[in-house]
């Protein structure tokens, strides 16, 4: 995915006021676990459907992988589900079927599942955009009442096939992250991706945005900070592009998945909520007159934890962990921690008399 509806105001000067965006998500997990299972259970209420990932053809032989997917926890979540199939590459799809991911899908209604379509995922290369097309038009055919849509890339908009490839699925979505290389997403290249897209086609799409980090080859990490997705959001807002439609956030985090937003601080970037952190330090008693120092992201946002806190008191022993070093009466941090919105961490240990921790 890395290469991965109702605003109708024109963003060239039209102040007519949108409608509201509709918001989905991307469950893009291969290994489904218990707290994947709950943050389904507890998805937020702004959310509507859940694309989930059901099947690959994973690595440059593009071999067959299902995904062991929990129909349960998702029949349970009562939600609209489209099932969605990865495509590796680039190459032909000769060889490949929708079939694929549509058996898993009616596997899936058929187990008390609100199936409402499938999603297929292919990065194509923009000059096979016609054949893409053709092999598209022959699979839809077979699909019967299953929706069918597609993610999109930008690189699309310049090629003289793209109306014909479009008026086949009955959606799009045109991914705004991870499109150019070392960029993860920014505000500015989305919103032109986007404005592109509107001039050359007529049919209504969603946006998909990032909520996740990631790290690149040779270490350099990137990352979709909620402020910076947050003010393409507002902006989107403010000035509608015609045809957009709604929002499809990859991915759904949960707490075995550091590596992407929390549920509260995605709820917090769509409804428009502050994106300020908040962060309580507590002395916490160990035993043995030792106490842990513990700091706690009280807000609904994950953040970078504090880089210094300071401690007063009769000090004996201070020490750090996790990152942190004492340095005088303070424990600093180089790259603190970033916590999700709820975790708490110890961060180091003190001993001492009349011991007190100042507020970060």
């Known amino acids: 995915?890395?290469?991965?509806?109702?605003?109708?105001?024109?963003?060239?000067?039209?102040?007519?006021?949108?409608?509201?965006?509709?918001?989905?998500?991307?469950?893009?997990?291969?290994?489904?676990?218990?707290?994947?299972?709950?943050?389904?259970?507890?998805?937020?209420?702004?959310?509507?459907?859940?694309?989930?990932?059901?099947?690959?053809?994973?690595?440059?032989?593009?071999?067959?992988?299902?995904?062991?997917?929990?129909?349960?926890?998702?029949?349970?979540?009562?939600?609209?589900?489209?099932?969605?199939?990865?495509?590796?590459?680039?190459?032909?799809?000769?060889?490949?079927?929708?079939?694929?991911?549509?058996?898993?899908?009616?596997?899936?209604?058929?187990?008390?599942?609100?199936?409402?379509?499938?999603?297929?995922?292919?990065?194509?290369?923009?000059?096979?955009?016609?054949?893409?097309?053709?092999?598209?038009?022959?699979?839809?055919?077979?699909?019967?009442?299953?929706?069918?849509?597609?993610?999109?890339?930008?690189?699309?908009?310049?090629?003289?096939a793209l109306a014909r490839l479009v008026s086949i699925p009955d959606g799009i979505v045109l991914q705004v992250h991870a499109v150019r290389a070392p960029t993860l997403f920014t505000p500015d290249e989305a919103r032109s991706f986007i404005e592109a897209w509107s001039r050359v086609t007529r049919r209504p799409f969603h946006v998909a945005l990032p909520t996740y980090r990631v790290r690149l080859r040779d270490g350099t990490p990137l990352s979709a900070e909620p402020r910076e997705v947050a003010r393409f959001l507002a902006g989107l807002r403010e000035r509608p592009v015609e045809g957009v439609a709604g929002i499809v956030w990859f991915r759904l985090g949960h707490r075995g998945d550091p590596e992407a937003w929390s549920t509260s601080t995605l709820s917090a970037v769509v409804r428009g909520e502050s994106l300020d952190p908040r962060f309580l330090p507590r002395l916490v008693d160990a035993g043995g007159g030792t106490l842990d120092i513990v700091i706690e992201n009280t807000g609904r946002v994950d953040a970078p934890a504090p880089a210094s806190l300071t401690l007063s008191g009769n000090l004996e022993v201070l020490d750090g962990v996790g990152g942190y070093a004492p340095r005088g009466t303070s424990l600093v941090a180089r790259m603190p921690p970033r916590l999700r919105a709820g975790e708490r961490r110890v961060i180091g240990f003190v001993r001492g008399s009349e011991v007190a921790i100042a507020a970060p």
Do not use: N
Not at 45 to 53: I, K, N, P, Y
Not at 57 to 72: L, Y
């Open 1 to 160: 995915m890395l290469l991965l509806a109702f605003g109708l105001a024109c963003s060239r000067g039209d102040s007519r006021p949108s409608q509201q965006l509709v918001h989905e998500a991307y469950v893009w997990q291969r290994d489904w676990s218990p707290e994947l299972e709950q943050s389904i259970a507890d998805v937020p209420s702004e959310l509507g459907a859940l694309r989930v990932l059901a099947r690959e053809r994973s690595g440059p032989s593009r071999t067959p992988v299902d995904i062991a997917v929990d129909v349960e926890a998702l029949a349970r979540s009562g939600r609209e589900v489209v099932a969605v199939m990865r495509v590796d590459g680039t190459a032909p799809l000769e060889g490949i079927s929708l079939q694929e991911v549509a058996t898993h899908a009616r596997a899936w209604r058929a187990k008390g599942v609100r199936v409402r379509g499938i999603e297929l995922d292919h990065d194509c290369a923009t000059a096979a955009l016609p054949a893409y097309a053709d092999w598209l038009a022959r699979e839809r055919v077979a699909l019967g009442d299953l929706a069918l849509s597609l993610t999109a890339l930008p690189t699309w908009s310049t090629s003289p």
